[in-house]
């Protein structure tokens, strides 16, 4: 019986957890990278177009739309940037929604 009780909590433990986890994974969202851009990147780079701001860095839309700019090319830089930018230890979820919000900013 002791065995039963422990196996239902544990089982209400991992709904609740899979129910807070907001459910299926979703794909990388664009939107997301925007907030994260907004909170952790304005301080140096201008991350919207329509954003006046700091210029100390070069613009989001003219990093998306260097030709030199590949996905791996971005993401290792995020993972490991070289100073003086700071190393804001982002996780691979927010690097993938900020590489999908700089895929955005291409026409
Ligand atoms: C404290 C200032 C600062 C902050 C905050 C900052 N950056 Fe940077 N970033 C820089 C500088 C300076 C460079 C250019 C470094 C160089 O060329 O050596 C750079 C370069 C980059 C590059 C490479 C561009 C290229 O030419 O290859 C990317 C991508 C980038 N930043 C993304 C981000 C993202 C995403 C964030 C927010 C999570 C962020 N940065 C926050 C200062 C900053």
Excluded at 22 to 49: F, N
Excluded at 76 to 83: F, I, S, Y
Aim: hydrophobic share 40%; proline share 10%.
């Amino acid at each position: 019986m002791r065995r039963l009780a422990d196996f239902t909590i544990a089982a209400m433990v991992l709904v609740a957890g899979g129910l807070g986890l907001g459910g299926p994974v979703r794909a990388a969202d664009p939107q997301e990278g925007y907030r994260l851009a907004s909170q952790w990147c304005t301080t140096c780079h201008v991350v919207a177009p329509d954003q006046a701001g700091s210029d100390a860095a070069r613009p989001f839309d003219s990093i998306a739309n260097d030709p030199n700019f590949t996905e791996d090319g971005i993401r290792a830089w995020l993972v490991d940037p070289h100073p003086p930018m700071p190393n804001p230890n982002l996780s691979t979820a927010e690097i993938d929604a900020l590489i999908a919000y700089l895929k955005s900013l291409r026409p």
